[in-house]
């Protein structure tokens, strides 16, 4: 069974959180939601409230398949400064394991030196990365080497299945077509 960190700061996008633990999970991908202190209870930008099940100082990254980061500015500022997170992205790229990042979280992956040529974010955090290869609009998934990145909220659901594709394909049809994301690539 693949498994999947996904990092959890004061002020993270709770759609975006919520899809990707849920669709992985319905994948039968294990999901460790990671808190960034030992207060395992992280608010989100809209006031929800997630219970972690690890903390991020826990995690041993050899065990990890890929670690995902949901986007709103508050966590993924909290993310892009947490030198554990940082750490973590950094050794999961020298390995070659695979990271996404959705919404303004691609910030916290530049912020590591792992985000690559190719990505997309949420409109105008492309200006905040201040870096070459933004593709706007051309797809709600863009993946180069080993990092996958979305656009926001409303891609949640094709960023999670994108996962579930990578990391257990055998799922993938059947829980696309059961969650009726016929429009997601």
């Known amino acids: 069974m693949s498994k999947v960190l996904?990092?959890?700061a004061k002020g993270f996008e709770e759609i975006e959180a919520v899809s990707i633990i849920d669709v992985l999970r319905r994948a039968e991908i294990e999901v460790f939601v990671a808190a960034l202190d030992e207060n395992r209870l992280v608010q989100g930008a809209n006031g929800i409230v997630i219970e972690a099940n690890v903390i991020i100082t826990d995690i041993n990254v050899d065990e990890l398949d890929m670690v995902v980061l949901p986007g709103g500015w508050d966590g993924t500022h909290a993310l892009a400064k947490d030198k554990n997170v940082q750490n973590i992205l950094q050794?999961?790229?020298?390995?070659?394991k695979n990271i996404g990042a959705i919404c303004?979280?691609?910030y916290a992956l530049n912020a590591a030196g792992v985000?690559?040529?190719?990505?997309?974010?949420?409109p105008s955090v492309?200006?905040?990365i201040k870096k070459d290869g933004y593709m706007a609009?051309?797809?709600m998934v863009v993946e180069d080497q080993n990092i996958l990145t979305s656009r926001g909220p409303?891609?949640?659901?094709?960023?999670?299945?994108s996962i579930?594709?990578?990391l257990n394909p055998a799922k993938y049809d059947t829980l696309k077509s059961g969650l009726l994301a016929t429009y997601c690539e």
């Open 104 to 106: 303004a979280a691609p």
């Open 91 to 96: 050794e999961m790229d020298t390995k070659g």
């Open 6 to 8: 996904v990092p959890l």
């Open 126 to 128: 492309e200006e905040e």
């Open 164 to 166: 579930v594709k990578k």
């Open 115 to 122: 985000l690559k040529e190719k990505y997309t974010c949420y």
């Open 137 to 139: 609009d051309s797809a």
């Open 154 to 161: 409303a891609t949640a659901l094709c960023f999670a299945l």
